[in-house]
């Protein structure tokens, strides 16, 4: 089975992974079966009425008890779709930093990536679409098992009856405290990896490390053996506090790591609007507005006190109090905010271009410490010379 996650398919199909874009904050996976209902608090949408229709249709019902439409889109999974609708099982990397470090990382067919933890699997479904091969770490192990088996649906991993590390697709989870053991992966260990004939250790050569774990420092000493030896790797320590981020920098350090940088990444979304021009003349208008406003309601206040001392009966005073309160005529346009109101970019007023920005954006906002080492400094001559032979 190929990944949904990686290739383009035109229809929906029976036994699909799909999306099911409900509203911008709900997205559920549904699995597509023949006799398969999709049930929402607007209504049950039939897989059937799915099935043979291009990704993205959306799919619409008559909702229950009015004679209104209730719609869903159905879309094909990506990472980034599957990060906004992943069940939680813990906090997660957003597409704001997974994608920034992945562009920085250069992140491509030559990049074999060493994830840890794995966690809810928001990021190494992103690794694993752009990389040549996942090594990803957890020691949590019902949270390995619950990784491993969304791996093998999601075709990342193949099933345990595939005969080959090749059919085993480009992702190997393994069951590890990487603080404590490392990043070593032998034949002894719970993992995923397939291991050939006479193979007693996995060769990890990794170029690029990512570390979500409360203490990376202590992880940092365990990759000199499991990182390229012979090209510049690169590593990610992803930490939401400050003296995280500085007992990192402490380890990269002494660990031989140099060009050490961090970053947060904030995301914001910009809106483009029309603002209405104001005149000092508008100003002038809101200013006696607000005056005689509030001498009339100084006045009624006023009025009504005096109505309460004076002892007047409840259905006086009522009746009294109606036919006191200053009847209000339906403000004219007021360029304020209270009175008509105008639909913006109304043609019969002037409108400035203005951009909003928007606070509300989702993204888990942690420091990301980059770092850098090469371990051989030394010219492999035969690469070189092989290099250079090519590119003539
Ligand atoms: N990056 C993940 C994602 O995008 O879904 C989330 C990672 S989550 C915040 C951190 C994970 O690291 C947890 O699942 C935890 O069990 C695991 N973890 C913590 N310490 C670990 C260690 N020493 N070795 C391996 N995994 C560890």
Redesign the pocket.
Known sequence: MNSVFSEYKDFIQEGDLALAWISRNNIKAITIEKDGVFNTRYGSFLHSGMIGKPYGSQIAIRTKGNNKFAFIHILQPTPELWTLSLPH?????YTPD?SYIMQRFNCGPNTRVI??????????HAFARSSNHLFT????EV?YEQALEEFQDHGLIGNDDAKSNEAFKNVTITH?????NGFTIKQTDKTSYKFAEGEDEVKINANVV?L????PW??IPNLDQVISKNEKVGVCC?SPCIEQVDKTIESLIGNGWTEIEMVEIQGKQYEARRQMERTLDDALIRLKDIKSRKLEGVERRKRLLEETMNDISHEEKTEDKDSKRPSVAKTRYNPFGKGQRIKEGDSNYSWLQVTKVESEIKSHTSYLTFAYKTISKERDVELVSKLIENSG
């Open positions: 099982r813990t906090q997660i990397v997974s994830e840890a933890g794995t966690g809810s699997g928001s990021f190494s770490f957890e020691f949590h949270r590890r405290d990487v603080c404590e990512f979500d774990l409360p203490a202590n992880a992803f």
